[in-house]
């Protein structure tokens, strides 16, 4: 396995160029798009008094140059500059309070550079305030530096009144694993011809006594085991990859083997693949999910709990069976892992919009997913689609759309790998 940490700490060596900064005005939203030369960690934000957008990069150099822009976009002037040695700090000037309403890198493809999109829209004063200081992105500053960047540079500074909700606040964040991060089983230090091939374990959901959601003839159990047969098929083909399945066939298998699984045979990857299902018939598109103590909203707190039920169609009841992962839970190791897990969700968001599948307004979530619960294995759960919704429950049953499906996993899964290997050899 290998860790993140190495790859967050061997970006900031360099300094990643800021080559342009678009703008799109469209009917329900603002997007906002920066041409960068690299893909990295990042955070967006809101702030008033005046009203600001605010974007930390890790150590960037602007060669934008001049921004245009016109009314719709509510931006009335853009400041850079140094945040501290290692983040640099885009303010836009707003003219009246905005919601952001998703940000995301995409990286390159073909000759569309590596880009963060910021998707936002006008707002009221109310919706502003309950909305500000939710973080959108994946950087995480330690907030003593946050304290020494208001004394040095006041003009791109968190007050100290608002640094405590950003700092805190989690919403689809993803922190930076600390210095001293666990490190993990097996590191690759080969030349990337030579790296040894990587173990993703697939772990199709539900099946045997567990048909999951259904709608009618139409089971969950059937449609994940077949994407998952498909993944496997493309991961194989790349030659980069080794790939092992806690089920090939219509078992049921428990939750806290399937954890097991994964830890036997030494995962560098888990990925757990499900179809949701919800009393809104008209709800659609993919969602991932990574592991948390708590929810990132009530709809996924349901889901978890769910998932986590799985077990009782056997007869079995996780929570009491397995005190293994009730005290991983409580073990501070895990957090590198879970902080990994998060970075592989997002490469793997990337990839489902770069392909054109559709997803979620939030689509990387997190809960306390039983499944998910290895300590040393980056883990997430993909909800390929709503079962519920009757078009997409057949669109899921045809073998073109779980191959679109597997490919932009298997996408994600190698813009992963990439970034890890980039970042060893830095």
Do not use: C
């Amino acid at each position: 396995m290998i860790s993140i940490s190495m790859l967050f700490l061997g970006s900031r060596v360099f300094a990643m160029n800021i080559d342009a900064v678009r703008f799109g005005a469209y009917p329900d939203k603002v997007r906002m798009v920066l041409d960068l030369s690299d893909i990295s960690d990042f955070r967006v934000f809101t702030l008033s008094d005046p009203y600001r957008m605010v974007i930390d990069l890790p150590n960037t150099s602007w060669q934008a140059g001049t921004v245009n822009r016109n009314e719709q976009t509510f931006v009335s002037d853009i400041r850079h500059g140094k945040l501290n040695q290692d983040i640099s700090r885009i303010v836009f000037d707003l003219k009246q309070p905005v919601m952001i309403k998703a940000a995301f890198m995409l990286p390159q493809n073909g000759e569309k550079p590596n880009r963060l999109v910021v998707d936002y829209q006008k707002t009221d004063q109310t919706t502003f305030q309950s909305q500000k200081g939710n973080i959108f992105g994946t950087l995480k500053t330690d907030h003593e530096q946050t304290e020494t960047a208001q004394s040095t540079i006041p003009d791109f500074s968190v007050r100290p009144t608002e640094s405590s909700s950003v700092e805190t606040n989690t919403i689809a964040g993803i922190p930076l694993p600390p210095p001293n991060a666990m490190r993990p089983k097996r590191i690759h230090t080969a030349a990337p011809s030579v790296f040894k091939k990587h173990l993703i374990i697939i772990d199709p959901g539900h099946g045997g006594v567990d048909p999951g959601a259904t709608n009618g003839r139409i089971y969950e159990k059937h449609i994940v085991l077949a994407l998952a047969k498909a993944l496997k098929s493309e991961l194989l083909k790349t030659g980069r990859y080794e790939v092992k399945m806690t089920r090939e066939t219509d078992v049921f298998i428990r939750l806290k083997d399937r954890v097991k699984f994964a830890r036997k045979h030494e995962g560098d990857l888990f990925v757990s693949i499900h179809a949701d299902s919800i009393k809104k018939p008209q709800v659609h598109g993919s969602s991932i999910y990574t592991l948390s103590k708590k929810a990132s909203d009530a709809q996924t707190a349901k889901l978890a709990e769910k998932e986590n039920q799985a077990d009782l169609m056997a007869g079995v009841h996780f929570e009491v069976e397995d005190e293994q992962v009730a005290f991983i839970l409580g073990d501070f190791l895990i957090n590198d892992t879970m902080n990994q897990s998060k970075f592989f969700a997002n490469t793997v968001v990337s990839s489902f919009r770069v392909n054109g599948l559709h997803t979620l307004d939030t689509p990387h979530r997190y809960a306390g997913f039983a499944v998910l619960k290895a300590p040393d294995i980056p883990s997430i759960l993909i909800e390929a689609g709503f079962v519920s919704n009757a078009a997409e429950a057949k669109l899921l049953s045809t073998e073109s759309h779980r191959k679109k499906l597997a490919k932009a996993i298997r996408s994600g899964i190698d813009t992963y790998f990439d970034y890890v290997h980039k970042n060893e050899r830095n």
